[in-house]
Structures are given as structure tokens and as C-alpha cells.
């Protein structure tokens, strides 16, 4: 679809007969200026809605007997519903979600709108409080301390068939991770390695702006660059996805579990894995809103 939005309906007109000549007309949608400015801020921010409002009964679904996906399946066979963004996951990232809902945010403070604010507000809160979770329960899994131990990291990139890392979750799984002293090894097939280090460095900023010497030392000794997922996995404690490459799907998971240290664990922010499967090769597996 093409929005064309202005405050002169002959200008609105010329641009669509422009657009007209590839574009069917329907496709066509012509509004005033406040209504197109909105409407690109809207689609991103019911997007992003949908991810954590299924992220946070994944969350629900950990605690009780229930299985995401199964209930994702549920309601996304109604039609009022439909089945689309409604994969449970560590969080959304990219460069359009968050900003566009604190643009938002920002316009209903602006006109007073406080509640408007806060609900909309409420969507980046559980999308942070995914992603946080998930990092806790690497800790407290692996008997409530990570120092010293190594973590693979399968991963970095936002979403899979991309380099992009803006606002990835695997940024701030892995800062936390390693303010708990845990050692990274860190492989993705596409982001270079001073890409993550940059990161890392920037999400580590303190208010100021600027690295400590601590984080520093942490990055610097804790951060390690794997050339593929088996080296990043070999003689680690675990092992966390945080994008859904394919090709993590398809890798020889009876290698990988004898060259871990023993108990292995894999801890599967995307749900890409399939636990029946490593389960049974010994492995312990931990995913997003699976009990």
C-alpha cells in the first residue's frame, strides 16, 4: 500500500496519479497530514503490541503447565485474531519498533494524554522485561551463578538473514550476562565482530556516557568471537540462541553435547529447537514459554 498525507488535496491528487501508474488505485490511500503521521507510528506500535502480549503469556505459560505455542495456535485460528506475530520469543528489535512507539508515546504526553502514554508505554516495558527474564533464568538455572562459566552465544543479529543489531535482544542478554561475569563466546554468521563488540560498549554506557574501566576489562577478557557454533559451544556450560538462523536447526547436536561440560544446557530464546530431540541426547532444555 502507498499513504500519501498533506494539508492540499490537489497535491495529494497529483502525487497519487504519479503513484497510479504502477500501483493499483486501492492500494492508494490518501489522508490529512496527522492521519498518515500516525498511521505509520500505529502499524508498528499494534505490531510490537501483539509480540509482547504473547511474550507476556509466555511468561505465565513457564509457570504453569501450559505451551505457548499451543496456545498461540489456539487463538490464532480465530479469525478476529489471526496467527500472524504470535511467536513467543526474547523480545522484538530492529530500528522501527521501539521508536516508533516512543514517538508515540512522546505525542500523547505532549497533548496530555498521560494514560495513552502509559499504556502504550507498557508495550517496550514487557518487551525489556522478556529479555531480562530470560537472562535471569540463565543465571538462576545454572545454580544461581554464571561467573567464570563459559556461554555460547549463537547469535547476535536481530532477526535471521541480516546483520542489523539495532536494538537487538541478544545485546542486552548478553550485557547482563556478562555484569554476572559469565565468559561469552559469541557466533553469528553475518555480524562482524567489531560490530558486537561496539554494541556491547554502547549498551554498557553509564549515564554519562561513558564505559567504565570495569565494563571495559569485561568486554575486553570476557568476550570471545566464535567462527562457528561448535567452536563457540565447545567445553561451554551452555548454549543460547538468540536469533533464529536455520542453520542452527540442522547441526549435529551429538557433537556439540559431548564436547559441553556436563550437565549441558541450552537455553532457546526463539524457539527454534527442537527439545523432543536434544532432550532425549541428554541435554537440559530451557525455551520461551515452555514449562
Known amino acids: 500500500r502507498v499513504l500519501i498525507g498533506g494539508d492540499s488535496a490537489a497535491a495529494i491528487e497529483s502525487l497519487a496519479v504519479i503513484y497510479g501508474r504502477w500501483i493499483p488505485r486501492e492500494k492508494i490511500l ?28 509466555s511468561a505465565l505459560c513457564e509457570a504453569t503447565e501450559a505451551d505457548v505455542d499451543e496456545v498461540a495456535r489456539a487463538i490464532g485460528t480465530d479469525s478476529r485474531i489471526g496467527p500472524k506475530f504470535l511467536k513467543a520469543s526474547i523480545g522484538f528489535g530492529g530500528s522501527c519498533f521501539q521508536k516508533d512507539i516512543l514517538n508515540l508515546v512522546y505525542l500523547c504526553e505532549h497533548f496530555g494524554l498521560k494514560e ?39 547469535g547476535w543479529a536481530f532477526k535471521k538473514d541480516t546483520n542489523d543489531t539495532r536494538e537487538s535482544a541478544a545485546i542486552y542478554v548478553c550485557r547482563d550476562l556478562l555484569r554476572e561475569r559469565a565468559k561469552l563466546h559469541i557466533y553469528d554468521p553475518r555480524v562482524s565482530q567489531s560490530q558486537i563488540r561496539q ?61 559441553m561440560q556436563q550437565p549441558a544446557f541450552v537455553f532457546d530464546g526463539r524457539n527454534v529447537l527442537d527439545r523432543q530431540v536434544l532432550g532425549a541426547l541428554g541435554f537440559e532444555v530451557h525455551a520461551i514459554g515452555k514449562c
Open 116 to 154: 495513552v502514554a502509559q499504556y502504550w508505554e507498557q508495550v517496550v516495558v514487557i518487551n525489556d522485561y522478556q529479555k531480562r527474564r530470560f537472562g535471569e533464568k540463565i543465571v538462576t538455572t545454572l545454580f544461581n551463578t554464571v561467573s567464570n562459566k563459559k556461554i555460547a552465544i549463537w
Open 30 to 57: 490518501t489522508t490529512n497530514l496527522w492521519s498518515s503521521e500516525l498511521s505509520k507510528l500505529t502499524a508498528n506500535a499494534f505490531l510490537a503490541q501483539r509480540v509482547s502480549s504473547i511474550n507476556a503469556i
Open 199 to 259: 554494541d556491547l560498549e554502547h549498551a554498557m554506557l553509564d549515564a554519562s556516557g561513558q564505559l567504565s574501566a570495569l565494563d571495559k576489562m569485561l568486554i575486553d577478557q570476557n568476550v570471545s568471537i566464535a567462527a562457528d557454533s561448535y567452536q563457540a559451544a565447545e567445553d561451554a556450560h551452555a548454549v543460547v540462541v538468540l536469533t533464529e538462523w536455520d542453520e542452527f536447526k540442522t547441526l549435529d547436536f551429538k557433537r556439540i553435547y559431548d564436547a
